[in-house]
């Protein structure tokens, strides 16, 4: 079965400064790995998505993450973060035989001006 | 642009009563998904459903049911309304894109007093 675990529960940030939210999967072969980004009272918004080719892949707001198959991980990343950012970022695995994805328990973004 | 809708957003009700949430999608999309989620907790599959006249339950126990007799339409009932159904829910859709991303609905807040 497949587990997604976003150890960071809560992460603090002065605005500008650089971002980086973890997530580690398990599941045997490649994933689909998803970010979504949720504001309080709102449903999820889709940042990135990534299933095949290229690694590192871009997405709304200015958020990368990168696929790292030796560590099971699927990081998200900005360079330079926005008050607007604040947020609950949730990130979601599904396996290639179902479309149920599998969602971490989130990781709310502090962000300080 | 994903299209999907769910009303009402807020609803305060009071035990025993029947309530249906509604929410449609825009997007022909054959797979939604209704969840639950508490205040900054994870979210719970509660139901399921890839095409018309199929649905299914999900990981969490509920006693809400659903209907898929429309492709874009996939209302979510409870019978009788108790304070433990105090909860957000959100309908979301997928459809039949490679990554199969979710799109969410912006969620009905439900409280049962």
């Known amino acids: 079965a497949q587990s997604v675990t976003q150890p960071d529960i809560h992460i603090t940030v002065s605005e500008g400064a650089s971002l980086e939210l973890r997530c580690n999967y398990s599941?045997?072969?490649?994933?689909?790995l998803f970010w979504y980004v949720q504001s309080p009272g709102q449903g999820l918004q889709l940042l990135l998505k990534?299933?095949?080719?290229?690694?590192l892949v871009q997405g709304i707001k200015g958020f990368e993450a990168e696929f790292k198959r030796s560590q099971s991980s699927f990081n998200l990343r900005k360079p330079s973060v926005h008050w607007s950012d604040a947020a609950e970022y949730f990130c979601?695995?599904?396996?290639?035989?179902?479309?149920?994805?599998?969602f971490g328990r989130g990781t709310s973004l502090i962000v300080h001006p | 642009e994903a299209d999907i809708y769910q009303t009402p957003r807020y609803l305060v009700i009071g035990t025993g009563k029947k309530i249906t949430l509604e929410c449609s999608q825009t997007?022909?999309?054959?797979?939604m998904y209704w969840y639950q989620q508490d205040p900054g907790m994870e979210l719970h599959l509660i139901h399921y459903?890839?095409?018309?006249?199929?649905?299914e339950k999900g990981d969490l126990s509920s006693e809400s049911t659903v209907s898929r007799i429309r492709t874009e339409h996939f209302p979510l009932t409870l019978e009788s309304a108790r304070p433990s159904h105090t909860s957000q829910y959100l309908c979301?859709?997928?459809?039949?894109?490679?990554?199969?991303?979710?799109?969410f609905g912006p969620g009905t807040r439900l409280t049962v007093t």
């Open positions: 459903s890839y095409g018309v006249n199929s649905t």
């Open positions: 979301a859709s997928s459809g039949r894109g490679l990554a199969g991303e979710q799109y």
């Open positions: 599941y045997g072969a490649t994933p689909y």
């Open positions: 979601a695995v599904r396996s290639g035989g179902s479309y149920i994805p599998t």
């Open positions: 990534y299933f095949s080719g290229d690694t």
């Open positions: 997007m022909g999309h054959d797979k």
